[in-house]
């Protein structure tokens, strides 16, 4: 079955510092979520990417979906206190279920 | 407007017993997931609803547990005969076909 695998498992970094989770996928999918899930919260929706090679911004979020559609990255530049969380993509692969990756779980020494 | 909920938010249970989680989804919402999360672990997909289609039961971890979608709606999950490894957070999420997952607060399942 699809499987989709996030790596790091853990991250941590100086506040101001950059960092990225990456994204795999077994098979070919037709769109990719990232959530965000603060300490004690729930996974929150941040942004869906659909098309081949689409990149995306939030602020300091930048998302990019491969060319292949089997990989995507979240990179957050100059990281804040505020981002302390995990990080999960999810990806949906035709009709089937969306299947979410483990999580990055990033932590910042302020 | 209204959210996803779940009850109860907590529940404190005897190793044996039955639990029943009820989760309400958002109004229109087709598709319907059942997560289980321990402490500081990712997200173990339990179970999916999509329209009127057979459940996705494919995650659930043994026969103890199952779940209900009534009337396209509101989704009972049920464990039977508890045990401590069942401690958890359940999470349930609703969305509208492949778009974003909106997730609810959880229940906080603690088997003693």
């Known amino acids: 079955g699809q499987q989709v695998m996030q790596i790091p498992q853990y991250q941590h970094v100086q506040e101001g510092e950059d960092f990225t989770t990456y994204c795999n996928s077994s098979?070919?999918?037709?769109?990719i979520q990232w959530y965000k899930q603060r300490p004690g919260g729930h996974p929150v929706f941040l942004i869906q990417?659909?098309?081949?090679?689409e990149v995306k911004k939030q602020k300091r979020l930048t998302f990019q979906f491969g060319e292949a559609k089997k990989n995507s990255s979240l990179h957050i530049t100059a990281t804040q206190t505020t981002d302390v969380g995990t990080y999960f993509c999810a990806g949906h692969q035709g009709a089937q279920k969306l299947v979410f990756g483990q999580g990055t779980r990033l932590t910042i020494n302020p | 407007g209204a959210g996803v909920s779940q009850s109860p938010s907590n529940k404190v249970t005897e190793k044996g017993k039955d639990v029943e989680l009820r989760c309400d989804p958002i109004?229109?919402?087709?598709?319907l997931y059942w997560y289980r999360q321990s402490l500081g672990q990712g997200l173990e997909f339990l179970i999916y609803?999509?329209?009127?289609?057979?459940?996705?039961k494919s995650g659930l971890p043994s026969d103890r547990f199952s779940a209900e979608r009534t009337g396209g709606s509101v989704s009972t999950l049920t464990i039977q005969r508890t045990q401590q490894e069942d401690s958890a957070v359940y999470l349930c999420?609703?969305?509208?076909?492949?778009?974003?997952?909106?997730f609810g607060p959880g229940t906080r399942l603690t088997v003693t």
């Open positions: 098979t070919t999918l037709s769109n």
């Open positions: 999420a609703s969305s509208r076909d492949a778009y974003e997952q909106y």
């Open positions: 990417l659909v098309k081949s090679g």
């Open positions: 609803f999509q329209g009127n289609s057979a459940p996705d």
């Open positions: 109004s229109g919402h087709t598709a």
